[in-house]
Nanobody, 121 residues
């Protein structure tokens, strides 16, 4: 079993900052890409940012220059530092990991349960 657990969401004023964390645990042989997605009410889930095992990153245009993704391979963790937050960043943020649970199993996408981020004055 592979589990992804997010933390760090909450309520913040516009212009503020939050840092999300996600820990992957369980039967993990290796991890490929890790990332953050978000889903606002009435909208589809969208990619926010992702990082490969060697540290290559890509971001949604809407968060470039404001959000920074990073990972700690030794701890199987991924982080999302969110600065200059805007009301339109309000959403449930989901952690994603492309994980190989055993050497004989293929890489599979796993998801966390989500953490709410609300940007409001």
């Amino acid at each position: 079993q592979v589990q992804l657990v997010e933390s760090g969401g909450g309520l913040v004023q516009p212009g503020g900052s939050l840092r999300l964390s996600c820990a992957a645990s369980g039967s993990i042989f290796s991890i490929n890409t890790m990332g953050w997605y978000r889903q606002a009410p009435g909208k589809e889930r969208e990619l926010v940012a992702r990082v490969t095992s060697i540290g290559s990153t890509n971001y949604a245009d809407s968060v470039k220059g404001r959000f920074t993704i990073s990972r700690d391979n030794a701890k199987n963790m991924v982080y999302l530092q969110m600065n200059s937050l805007k009301p339109e960043d309000t959403a449930i943020y989901y952690c994603n990991g492309n994980i190989r649970p055993y050497f004989y199993r293929p890489y599979t996408d796993y998801w966390g349960q989500g953490t709410q981020v609300t940007v409001s004055s």
